[in-house]
Structure formats: C-alpha cells, structure tokens
C-alpha cells in the first residue's frame, strides 16, 4: 500500500489564484479598463447609448465572429492569413450569381459555404502536407484569392462591386438569419419603460439587435465548448503545445488543423454573408486586413502566437475591445487615424502580459 | 522460470552495409526488471525500435508470449501489451496531468445526444494512477510543465501501464536526471516490476541498472556480450564489460600513479 502522506509542498490553491493564471483574465481586465477609459472621455457623446452601444456592438460581433474560429486555429498552432481575402471573395460568390445568373440567394448562399469551406480545406491540406509555416502558405492564399475575386468580378460585371442583392433577398427564407435583427419585442418594452431613447417621432432609437451579435456569441460558446469540453479541443491543445507529442500518442494532428482552416473559412464566409445581405451590395476589397484584426482579438484574449494555450472567451473580449476602441475613438471626436496606433500599441502590451500570465501558470502550482 | 512475455531470438537488422544487430537474442519476463547496456552506438536504439515494431527484422523472429509475431506498426507493438516510454515522453507541458493522461484516447460521458470530455473521471484516474505509483500530485490540473522530471516519467509509465502495457520499454529514462530525481525513477521501475510487469530499462549507467536490475544484457558494436542473472555477476564486472567500463578503470589507476607521484616530490 502507498502510504497517504501528503506532499510538503502541497497547498491549497485559491481560486483567486486559479482565475489568476487563465488566459482570459488580460483581456477581461483590458475590457474593464477601455470601457472605464471610454466612460469618462466619451461618457456624454452617446457612446454608451443604446444606439452607440449597438454601433460597437456590431463593429464587435462581425469580428468576433472571425475571431473564435482564428484563436481555435492559433491555439493549434497555426495562422490563417487568407481570411480577409476569403471575406470578399466570399461576397462576390454570394453576389455574383444571385444578380447575374439569377440563383436564389439561399441557394448562393450555400454555394458559397460549400466553396469557402472547399479552399479552407486545401489551405489546411497545403500546410499539413508540405510541412511549410502557415503563415506562407495562407499568405499565399491571400494574394491569390484576392486576385481571383477581382479578376473574376471585373470578368463577369465589368466592375468591381456588384449590388442590387437587397431586393432579390427580401423574401428570401435565409435572409432573416444574417440581416435581421431580433428582440425587437424586448427593445420596444424597455423603451416603453424609458430605459431606451425614444425618436421625435415615437418610435424607440434602435429597433432591435442585429442577429450578427447572436451569431457572434453562439459561436464563442461553441468553440469554447468544443475547446474545453470536446475530445476535438484536446487534440486542438495538443497538435499546438507539442504536436510530434499528440502524433505519438495517436491523436489525428493533421486532421484536426485541417477541420480548423476549414473553420476558419467557413468563419469569412459567414462574415460576407452578414456583410453582403446588411449593406445589399458586394465589394472587391471587403474584408481587406480582417486577417489581421482577427489575429489582434485573439492574441489581446490571451492565445499564445506560438500555439498551446488560448482561449474563445478571451477572443471575444479581444473582438469587443476592438469595436468599443474604434467607436470610442469616433465618439470622443479624436481623430480617427490614431485607432490603428491604438490598437496596435495595445496588441504589443497584450502579447508581453500574456507571456508573463503564461509563465506565471507554469510555476504557480 | 516463468514465460518471456515478449522474445527476440537471434535477431539481426542491416542498413545498408551497416551492421546494426547481429544475432541478438533478448527477452522479457512479466515482474522483471531486464537492463539492457551498452554504449553510444551499440545498437540500444535499434533493439529498442525493433522491440516496439518501428523496425522489422532482417533475421530471427519475434515472440509475443511463445508466438511468432510481425508488428505491422508502433500502434499495432501498444496493442499487444509492449509499451515504449521514449526520453521526450510524449508529454504536452502546457496541457494538464490529467489531459496528458488521457491524450488520444478521451474519457467521454454522455449528456443526451452530446458527449464530452468527462473531465472528473479524468482528474480522479490520473491522481490514483500516480499515487499508486508513488507521486502525490498537487493537482490533477495542474500544467505538465510545472512536473519535475521524475514526475513527468511516473506520469508517463502511469499512463502506460493503465492502458493495458505488459512490458515498459523504458529509453534512458534516468539520464537527463538529477541524483534525487533518478531515484524517484528507479522506485518507480520497482514500482511496476511490483506489479507484474516486465521493464526493459535501456542505461548507459551501470550504478542506476544494477540497483533495480534482475538480469543485464550488453550490447557492443550490435552484437550481445551476453546475459547475466544479478547472483552471477558485480556492479564492477558489469562496469568492465561495458565499453569504457576498462578504459575509466586505466584512467584511474594512471590518475592514482601521477597523484601519488605529485605527494611524494611534494
């Protein structure tokens, strides 16, 4: 028998000290620390009106929702830089043979998921099977899809944007899942009350939340399932920390980076579809440096560049930052040119606290 | 004596002109301790790759408790019982004890028509599978990273042993440890011999094989010297049959001669 003499170094872990050494906890501070920072500066701008809040919102969600897939394939170790290009190459597939051939939108739409997530495949084909960083192959990607859906545009329009995809989806059944907005009912009660603004004209100053927000937290509850709770999150941890690890120990490495780019694209498709039937138009360059801004919510929500370590939770925070920095900025009237240098100052602070709660969870216990 | 579970009988492996093993006959038996000797490029790696179905051999056959049998692959060795604990350990430092545990092969626990990670039964099996081998973890949770390297190896044979392994290869497990910490790693060898289960120990450090061995094997330039029982042979033997065994011993009969020259003009 093993006698049951406890360790001398054992003691007992807070959970204080616990909730310290998650990856989340930089980014849920930093969210503390920009909303105050908004709060006192722009606090009688309107900012955090029900309008403001919806604008931020938005700007939040359509990132966020490219941000937990992108941090799910950071935390296994890889890049996608093809995104952003995917994003609007994605629209004109949408677009295109909705106004020009004549396609119901539903039909385009499904189009468009089933090539997106095709070419999110070979992205993750490409980089498991020659062994190249990700970061080239996607890279790669980028400039090639970017160069397709121009060439293709301008092929079969004679422009570079297509619109006129508003009417045509009015009465289409998929519509209401990317443009709509929802709790209307609920917006309508709070302003009866007086919790929201209500118009000159009666009518409360939002008419309800748009349904990118519901699509932004379903998918961060899901990844964050999937990455806690799954069998697949396992692998996903694994094939990032120590890959030739996972291999030995049977886990499907390259499998599982490859149903992540899959994601990944499925993500930018998801984003064009909101983007497209919101605005009713397609545009050439949508989506141009989404790629980046995605890899900024998730590193500034504590995933590790090199893969390991990383959370959706946390991206969602990086997502949410990310809209109340850029609409704050505009509210406060500071010049808009100063957001980048915000953003990425506050990137370069997140990635040096990041390492620092990484290595205080690799000693702490 | 009891049966070999697991038996090469004169085993050879060619690259090329190269002469990796020649001949080399070795066994196991359940609840025993075999140390297998020798020098940087004696063959340790290729009997150890041919024992864990990396390698087929070119000559003589493999038994797997008295049949002949073809390891079509590594996963194919795990299958029937032969486990291999390899120096990097197959570990993930960032991930939790509990989720190395069961890396690959997931506990799951079903909520209606969704199942996840059973993250209690995984928590509870990786602490009573350490304790059992003599590690109190902190914390089932607690980050790989934050083991000692002692630690990492019970975690590792643990692992092993609790998905079915009847023979541990173990591949230098002491020699990137400190004194403390490759004593907790032999009492884990004795550990598992405890519980039936037969250890290769692959050493170049005779002092570590011949405390816990119960039969040594050396092997020099692929071939074997031979297999001794612990009763028929000293720790100091075993050191000069070892490649450089001879040559330390010279040294250190020089170093006296020059030592006691310098005190005598001195």
């Known amino acids: ?365 | 004596m009891a049966e070999p579970y697991v038996e090469l009988k004169s085993v050879s492996k060619y690259f090329g002109s190269v002469v990796a093993l020649k001949d080399v006959s070795f066994d196991v038996c359940p609840g025993e301790v075999h140390c297998l000797l020798g020098d940087n490029g004696a063959g340790k790696s290729t009997l150890i790759k041919t024992l864990s179905g990396v390698y087929t051999p070119d000559e003589g056959e493999i038994r797997v408790q008295g049949k002949p049998t073809r390891f079509a692959s590594p996963a194919d060795t795990r299958n029937s019982g032969i486990a291999t604990v390899y120096q990097d350990l197959a570990l993930v430092p960032l991930m939790s004890v509990a989720r190395n545990f069961f890396l690959g092969r997931e506990p799951m626990r079903k909520f209606g028509p969704i199942s996840q990670f059973d993250a209690d039964f995984a928590n509870r099996t990786a602490y009573d599978e350490m304790s059992a081998m003599g590690i109190q973890l902190r914390d089932p949770e607690q980050p790989v990273g934050t083991l000692s390297g002692g630690e990492r190896q019970c975690l590792a044979i643990a692992r092993a042993v609790y998905f079915g392994a009847k023979v541990l290869i173990l591949d230098e497990p002491t020699s990137a440890l400190g004194v403390h910490q490759a004593s907790v790693v032999l009492k884990l060898i004795v550990q598992s011999k405890a519980r039936g289960i037969g250890v290769i120990f692959i050493s170049h450090n005779v002092h570590h094989a011949y405390v816990v061995g119960d039969r040594f094997t050396l092997l020099k330039r692929g071939r074997s010297t031979g297999t001794y029982a612990k009763g028929e042979i000293t720790r100091d033997q075993l050191l000069n049959l070892m490649a450089g065994g001879k040559e330390l011993v010279d040294l250190e009969q020089e170093l006296a001669k020059s030592a006691r020259n310098g005190t005598a003009q001195g």
């Open chain 1, 1 to 365: 028998m093993v006698s049951e003499i406890r360790d001398e170094r054992v003691r007992s872990v807070s959970r204080l000290s616990r909730l310290l050494s998650r990856p989340e906890l930089g980014a849920a501070a930093g969210t503390v620390l920009v909303f105050v920072f908004f709060a006192i500066t722009a606090g009688s701008s309107g900012l955090f009106s029900a309008k403001g809040i919806i604008n931020f919102l938005e700007v939040s969600a359509q990132l966020g929702i490219l941000a937990a897939p992108v941090a799910l394939l950071m935390i296994a170790g890889e890049f996608d830089l093809s995104v952003g290009s995917m994003i609007g190459f994605a629209g004109i597939l949408i677009a295109i043979p909705a106004v020009f051939w004549g396609w119901p939108i539903w039909l385009s739409l499904l189009f468009t998921f089933a090539v997106c997530g095709g070419i999110g495949a070979l992205n993750g084909l490409a980089v498991v099977r020659t062994g190249l960083p990700s970061f080239i192959v996607t890279l790669g990607s980028l400039f090639m899809l970017r160069g397709l859906t121009l060439g293709l545009t301008r092929g079969i329009s004679g422009r570079t944007q297509v619109s006129g995809v508003h009417e045509l989806a009015l009465h289409d059944p998929l519509n209401s899942l990317f443009s709509g907005q929802v709790f209307s009912g609920l917006i309508a009660g709070l302003a009866d009350i007086g919790l929201i603004g209500k118009r000159a004209d009666g009518l409360p100053s939002i008419s309800g939340i748009p349904v990118s927000n519901v699509w932004w937290i379903v998918l961060t509850l899901a990844c964050t399932w999937l990455l806690t709770r799954s069998r697949f999150g396992n692998w996903i941890f694994a094939a990032g920390g120590e890959a030739n690890a996972a291999r030995n120990l049977g886990v499907p490495v390259a499998r599982t980076k490859i149903t992540l780019f899959v994601m990944t694209a499925l993500a930018a498709a998801l984003f064009a579809a909101i983007q497209v039937l919101v605005t009713g138009s397609a545009d050439t360059l949508r989506g141009t440096q989404k790629e980046f801004e995605a890899i900024i919510a998730v590193v500034i929500g504590g995933t590790l560049l090199t893969g390991g370590y990383g959370s959706a939770i946390g991206a969602m925070f990086g997502a949410l930052i990310f809209g109340v920095v850029q609409m704050g900025i505009f509210y406060t009237g500071i010049d808009t040119d100063w957001f980048k240098l915000f953003m990425g100052a506050m990137m370069v602070i997140a990635v040096l606290f990041n390492s620092y709660v990484r290595n205080r969870a690799m000693r702490s216990r």
